[in-house]
């Protein structure tokens, strides 16, 4: 039998290869999603679609309403930036930025890991092309890794977790190449911060314009279109 | 202005010591609760009232579905065992165990201290007189503030958070005592994790069963009364 895995899947480009990148590894596939009161909830129809295009993955969303707590432009009224250069997106942690969300997020993902008796946890952090999120460095990933072990009767019993962190030096480019090599079909993704009313994205917030500059760098052409 | 501190607020009787603890210690009180499916969801309804009873102190129940995950008696249909002596108690985990759970509401307080620029959270962790979880230890504790530090922008800009465990060396009794000092109203807590339709406490669950001992031992008369 295979061994299990939890993969956090946003929907979203980075989510989607690291799930397709479990699958190639062979492990038995564990989708969470989030449906957290992000402003562009439409992602998670994208999660969906992905889990379902992806054979035998099994998927679960949770309800956490972090938009009780608020305080990012993500679960918030909050304007978007838009336009924004690599310069400035690099500049500081963006007003898009969700206060502890991967430390929320990975803690679900940890509880339904035990409860599956997994000991495995994808996540598709980036520390390169990344948008300036503290919660997608290594050394956070470590930390919680180690807080993981301590907090749960897994970890007690020497059952330690492994948190897979397979793009975390990678380009965007690199993770579409990748992704390209292993089937993944980006049409299914949604990446968009600011999606319009048809759900399609707006492509000038900062996730649009990475995702195209990785498609651009990568020589590919995105098949999902921005625009109303 | 008084610091901000956020404190974990179950509405039972540790999670209600610590709050009075919080407020002696002349912080500006904002509790935070969990609506995650537990079978004794009564339990929010004392957190309101000893969130009322304690003068300007703001209170915030979060939604966050831990059903969905289960794998616990508190979280499922699954029996809550009962009756069981103080060895049975400690000879190991219990189905009463939530996965992850301290993890997921510690997370959950860390993005609302982040996003009230608050650096203090408290919780009423306690690993003497407790029910065997391993995220109630001191180095579970150190390991998730190190996390914490590193996940945030807070932690980034060195504004790092301090996770205050008033309670984790003290006996249930001293506890009680405590908190008679700094005029807690223990008829307004709940304890019970498998409470009669009524609302009213077991007087049978391994929770009922630690309280009742502490009360024996702090010499003082329980205001609540268990059964139906």
């Keep these: 039998m ?43 129809n994208a ?3 992905v ?3 992806t054979g035998g993955c099994n998927h679960l969303i949770v309800d956490v309403n972090l938009r009780q707590i608020g305080a990012s432009a993500l679960t918030s009224e909050q304007e978007v930036p838009k336009g924004r250069s690599m310069e400035e997106m690099s500049a500081e942690i963006p007003v898009t930025y969700v206060p502890a969300r ?5 803690s679900l993902a940890l509880a339904w890991a035990e409860a599956l008796e997994a000991r495995d946890i994808f996540i598709g952090v980036n520390a390169l092309d990344y948008s300036g999120y503290p919660d997608c460095r290594p050394e956070y990933i470590e930390a919680f890794t180690k ?8 970890g007690v019993q020497g059952k330690g977790f492994r948190i897979h962190t ?18 993944v079909d980006y049409s299914l993704t949604h990446s968009c911060y600011d999606p319009f009313p048809n759900g399609k994205p707006c492509g000038r917030c900062d996730s649009c314009l990475l995702r195209q500059k990785g498609f651009e760098e990568a020589g590919v052409k995105d098949p999902i279109v921005s625009g109303s």
Tied chains: 1, 2.
């Excluded at 991967?102 to 990975?106: D, I, S």
């Design 51 to 53: 889990a379902e295009a």
């Design 166 to 183: 397979p793009l975390i030096s990678m380009t965007k480019a690199q993770i579409i190449r990748k992704g390209l090599e292993l089937g």
């Design 147 to 154: 807080t993981a072990n301590l907090a749960t009767r897994a």
């Design 102 to 106: 991967n430390t929320v997020f990975l």
């Design 47 to 49: 999660a969906k679609g």
């Design 2 to 44: 295979a061994p299990k895995a939890v993969i956090l899947l946003s929907g979203g480009l980075d989510s989607t290869t690291t799930l397709a990148i479990a699958r190639s590894e062979g492990y038995d596939l564990y989708a969470i999603s989030f449906n957290y009161g992000q402003r562009h909830r439409v992602e998670l």
